[in-house]
Nanobody, 111 residues
Framework: QVQLVESGGGLVQPGGSLRLSCVAS????????VGWYRQAPGKERDLVAS???????NYADSVKGRFTISRDNGKNTVYLQMNSLKPDDTAVYYC?????WGQGTLVTVSS
């Protein structure tokens, strides 16, 4: 069973940056399109950004110009670079590939 493992969350001040990573546990697993989602307390889980195997990207309007999704297919890893973070970005961030979800990593933006 392939697993997706996220890392890189934490506490950051407004205006700061974090980089999240999502690694597939099986080295030969071709993840296809991978998405980063987030879920704030009491809210639905929403798509933040996605990237196809060949690198085509898509972003939610709320993060355009601040977040960048990228991938290293040789390492089965997808990244989410988050800059100019705002308190509204506080959420648990999840990695998704098809029917597979990671366990989530908490991002807290607060002074």
């Amino acid at each position: 069973q392939v697993q997706l493992v996220e890392s890189g969350g934490g506490l950051v001040q407004p205006g700061g940056s974090l980089r999240l990573s999502c690694v597939a546990s099986r080295s030969n697993f071709r993840t296809g399109t991978v998405g980063w989602y987030r879920q704030a307390p009491g809210k639905e889980r929403d798509l933040v950004a996605s990237i196809t195997y060949w690198g085509t990207t898509n972003y939610a309007d709320s993060v355009k110009g601040r977040f960048t999704i990228s991938r290293d297919n040789g390492k089965n890893t997808v990244y989410l670079q988050m800059n100019s973070l705002k308190p509204d970005d506080t959420a648990v961030y999840y990695c998704n590939a098809g029917a597979i979800w990671g366990q989530g990593t908490l991002v807290t933006v607060s002074s």
